[in-house]
């Protein structure tokens, strides 16, 4: 048993790879019903057009699929029933899963803990059934499959991009621009010309949005009065925040140049203890702020007196200075 955040085909490719590597191998059939992530389209008796994404991982680890008919449970009755019996066994009460991986893995261990009971039909410890059964496996490949889906898209005026239901943000450079996603099921990839943008955690919420307040320092130097209008100015720095909401103008476009240069540097972490810093003194402005940031990322160095390892040599050098008392009306002949 494994479970993901949604019934997409990443999540369910995903924990039928996760499943076949933990049993070292791969059933030759697999019994499925018409998921719309298997199945495109239902034919005739028990002809299925498959998803291109299914149709691949069948190829790549070399299992067959038989799907039951419409509407008929009972084909699959004992598959019904485990399903049943693992909600009520593994997931009560009902998990708060704050990480699918380390999850699953504790699942996998849960379900072969499972195995030491006696099999409801065949009167047989389920370990020893499992033994017998497990010399039929398929060979695992010898290459693993990739889980993801790959999309091209363009970036809409505010460049973001859209996947599923959820919203993505870019930079507002890309606008209109077209860029490539690889989708897998807890994160995707966004790709342009040919290098890897940013890689984002996949949002599962309806209408979710993710977006980096950072990408977008460029675009609002150049109209810095929208700040405060932004649907990222709350996730900015809590103190840049109320400062950005005080100034205005010229002072408010310095303070923006100020913050994308801490960024820039890679102390994001240090936006809030600059901008506290500068208060302690008085009111700050950007020049205050950028002193306070200079003095935490670059503290004053005093260099020690140089040590020789020998005593210098004193030098019997005395020149005769009254020659130049001629340049200034002396009496030097």
Sequence with gaps: M??????????????????FYYIGGVPNRIRCDNMSTAVAQV????????????????LHHRFKADFCSPNKGNEKGNV????????RNMLVP????????????????????????????????????WKEEK????????????????????????????????????????SGKTVQTKIYFDKIEVYYDHSLLKTFRRNYERNGEDCDWKDY???????????????????????????????????????????????????ESLCDDALELAYEYGNPDSDNI??????????????????????APLLNYRPDLSVYDGLTGGGAQ
């Design 2 to 19: 494994q479970v993901y955040p949604s019934e997409n085909q990443e999540c369910l490719l995903t924990g039928l790879k996760r499943i």
């Design 43 to 58: 034919l005739e008796g028990e002809e299925r057009v498959i998803t291109d994404g299914f149709y691949r991982f069948m």
């Design 80 to 87: 019904e029933n485990k399903v049943g019996y693992t909600r």
């Design 94 to 129: 009902v998990p708060v899963i704050a990480d699918f991986a380390p999850y699953n893995k504790e699942l996998l261990k849960r379900c072969e803990e499972d195995h030491g009971r006696e099999h409801y039909e065949r009167g047989a410890d389920i370990n020893e059934l």
């Design 135 to 174: 010399q039929s496996l398929l060979t695992l490949p010898e290459h693993e499959y990739e889980v993801f889906r790959y999309t091209s898209q363009k970036a809409n005026n505010y460049g973001f991009i859209k996947v599923d239901t959820a919203k993505y943000g870019l930079t507002p450079e890309l």
């Design 217 to 267: 320092l460029p675009a609002l130097i150049k109209k810095p009065g929208a700040t405060e209008h932004t649907r990222f100015f709350n996730q900015m720095p809590k103190l840049w925040q109320q400062y950005l909401k005080n100034v205005k103008g010229k002072e408010r476009k310095s303070a923006l140049l100020l913050l994308s240069e801490i960024v820039k540097d890679g102390n």
């Design 290 to 311: 950028r002193q306070r940031y200079l003095l935490i990322t670059k503290p004053e160095h005093h260099p020690q007196p140089l040590k020789l390892t020998s005593a």
